[in-house]
């Protein structure tokens, strides 16, 4: 039995279905099992469960061998602030799956999560990976790049495709790796399956970097659009940081990541020495953008 927390998210419905379609047996863990009814019928075992209640996850743990954490909650306020979920949820996590004895566990990360990091999520991630190959289980921590879903599409180009604009917070300078959800669930199901990741950290990201100007520019090239880029200036976003704080903080979370130099911290990778030790076709960017355009145009016929 694979547990998967997450399992509705991006990533983790992705994995459940590869899973499901290789023959395992999967438990795909919830907040809102109605989100995982497709999960379902597809022959997953749903459970109602949260990263912020430990029992939960005691019962999630019991009777499973691998356990995968697709979850985050960067943007989480609340009682699903990150504090609460991306710290002490994982870590309590990863205490029941050894409780339970589970046999391997996997951890997506991020790509650039240190202790000396500016941004406080990053540092959070660095952290559950020391408590993670502290606890003695089997392990396997990913570290992917921004996900193009996210990072490229729905902060970026989705504007684009439908109004003709996109609105960018900070200046837009920055290279940035993004990678698919695709390829980094290719990467997830290795983590679980393949001996070569067993008690590894290993950094996975797409073939290209760009800067989310070019983003914005490469989405309006393959439409036939010429886009209207605005963007909210470092210092503004800065300030809209500290006045989000007490009662946004995921959002002012990303707004302070976008007011900071394109130098403190580096976000772009060279997927050579990835691809070398596990040879695959990447999703490139133009590739991704392509298929949005094409579903852009089915939901517009």
């Known amino acids: 039995m694979i547990l998967v927390v997450g399992s509705t998210g991006s990533l983790g419905k992705r994995v459940t279905r590869q899973l499901l379609a290789e023959g395992q047996r999967v438990r795909a863990l919830t907040r809102e099992p109605n989100k995982a009814a497709d999960l379902k019928q597809l022959g997953a075992e749903v459970m109602q469960g949260d990263l912020i209640d430990a029992a939960s996850l005691r019962r999630a743990c019991a009777g499973a061998d691998r356990v995968i954490a697709t979850a985050h909650s960067i943007l989480g306020k609340g009682k699903y602030k990150s504090e609460e979920v991306d710290d002490a949820g994982h870590r309590a996590l990863i205490d029941a799956a050894k409780a339970?004895?589970?046999s391997h566990f996997v951890y997506l990360s991020v790509f650039g999560a240190a202790p000396d990091q500016p941004v406080d999520f990053f540092r959070v991630k660095y952290k559950v990976e020391q408590h993670l190959k502290a606890s003695g289980l089997s392990y396997t921590i990913l570290r992917p790049t921004a996900f193009m879903e996210s990072h490229a599409h729905q902060f970026n180009g989705k504007a684009i495709l439908?109004?003709?604009?996109?609105s960018l917070l900070g200046n837009g300078t920055k290279p940035r790796n993004f990678v698919a959800a695709r390829d980094a669930a290719h990467f997830a199901?290795?983590?679980l399956c393949d001996a070569r990741l067993k008690n590894r950290a290993l950094e996975v990201g797409g073939p290209q970097n760009f800067t989310n100007n070019?983003?914005?520019e490469l989405y309006g090239k393959l439409a036939g659009i010429t886009p209207k880029i605005s963007h909210m200036p470092p210092s503004a976003a800065r300030m809209m940081s500290v006045v989000l704080k007490p009662f946004e903080p995921g959002v002012s979370r990303i707004m302070y990541i976008n007011s900071?130099?394109?130098d403190a911290f580096r976000e772009t990778f060279d997927a050579t020495n990835m691809l070398r030790e596990f040879p695959t076709q990447l999703m490139t960017l133009e590739e991704f953008i392509r298929e949005r355009i094409a579903e852009q145009h089915r939901r517009e016929q």
């Open 214 to 216: 070019q983003v914005a």
């Open 189 to 191: 199901m290795l983590a």
């Open 162 to 166: 439908e109004k003709g604009k996109t």
């Open 100 to 102: 339970a004895g589970v």
């Open 260 to 262: 900071l130099p394109d």
